[in-house]
């Protein structure tokens, strides 16, 4: 009876890995490479360790909620069917925190980048142009955004392949510290405290945000119950591997390596490693992973809006609006680029904050959907289910859930506003009447044409 498009299922399990791997930004490890240095006191590659530890148990966790409930929306879905409505409501709106400042902060990193190339055009023209460009690119098609995506993603992988070519290079030849490939040393930290590591793991964490993002693909996806799963793990895995191993690398070539400025530490390094050829190489692969970070957010956010706007909790004529032809969310794709264009006016800072805030509480209550879900709900209690069901996203609740207490006073102060505003829409909401959810997607469905 409803003849309104849905989202065409296209979306095989290698593009959503792209997409992810796109969204995460495997060069992120050389962008936060000086400050996570200093955070971890040099212990790279343990503290990469324990924060993929960490956020394995949360990724486990979305994979078994995307398998209950494979439709787009993400936490917010998850908390809604496994808790309460209106908790996952709140969890959404922390999330949309999350999922609509990251394209302002790839926007605004890109026109950083090119000013920096081309100083004598100003930012704000950079993030004008990218901006256009991440609307076309999204509104044509989620496969011209896999496409796109899968192209960054190699680009970054053969760049941080080459990276690490030319330190094993070095080794064999006698110009790095070490003789050797293989050493246990990068992970032995007897001389820095463990809780030095832990807080630079607890940064690194973020440096494997992204596999979440690609649960809001669930309905683009062909079978989502077992390819958003696997596409997760892979995500993860694929990430950890490389952040690891470039760690690894530069840890036993250069040791007593030193910088002055964290923010362009990563630059100094690669220059150091590959001189003045491999340092040009890497601002321009830099420029483009950060581009294909945009148009993968972008994409994210508007699935994310179509599943708010699917379930009435925003207007439903607006956001759950499919183009005929292109099958995409296209309003709310002109609505996320007219908000992008604050990355002409707010600081890279200030975008961060919002998106740590939003990711951090949904990671948190998605731990917490499981056990509602699983161990509650269906009462999936025997030894192995316990572990599963129980444990492991009890370890990822309490893990993320500290490191949500390890945000500064402001950015808390900040969160709690925001939540404070989306509970009064609800008031508001539930005061005039209008019904909270109007149709029930909790398996997945969405009328064809």
Known sequence: MNNQPALSKS?????????????????????????????????????????????FFTAYSYS??????????????????????????????????????????????FGIFMHTEFPSIPVYVWVIVMNIILALVNIVGIKSVARISGISVVVQILFISLFCLFIVKDIATGQASSSTLFSLHPFLASDVPFTTIFSGAALICFCFLGFDAVTTMAEETIQPERTIPKAIFLIVCIAAVMYIAISYFTQIAYPGFTFTNPDNASYTLVKLVGG????????????????????????????????????????????????????TPVVNILLVTAFSFLGMFIDLNTAVTFVSFGALTAFTFVNVSVIAHFYIKLKKRSFTETILYLIFPLIGAAFIGWLLTLLNK????????????????????????????????????????
């Open 11 to 55: 979306l095989k399990v290698y593009q959503i890995v792209f997409l992810g791997l796109a969204w995460m930004t495997p060069m992120i490890f050389f962008t936060v490479y000086g400050v996570a240095y200093d955070a971890a006191g040099g212990q790279m590659v343990i503290a990469y360790l324990i924060a993929f530890l960490a956020i």
């Open 64 to 109: 078994r909620m995307v398998k209950a409930y494979p439709i787009a929306g993400s936490a917010y879905t998850y908390t809604k069917k496994a808790i309460h409505p209106r908790l996952g409501f709140l969890v959404g709106w922390a999330l949309l925190l999350d999922y609509i400042f990251s394209p302002i902060i790839a926007i605004l990193t």
């Open 276 to 327: 003045n050829l491999l340092s040009s190489l890497f601002i321009t692969v830099l420029i483009i992973a950060t581009f294909t970070q945009g148009v993968s957010s972008v994409t994210s956010v508007t699935r994310f809006l179509y599943a708010l706007g699917r379930e009435s909790v925003l207007p439903q004529k607006v956001f759950s609006y499919i183009h005929p032809t292109f099958k």
């Open 410 to 449: 402001d950015t808390l102060l900040i969160g709690v506003a925001w939540l404070t505003v989306g509970f009064l829409y609800l008031f508001v909401k539930s005061r005039l009447s209008t019904p909270f959810v109007k149709r029930d997607h909790s398996k997945g469905t969405v009328p064809e044409k």
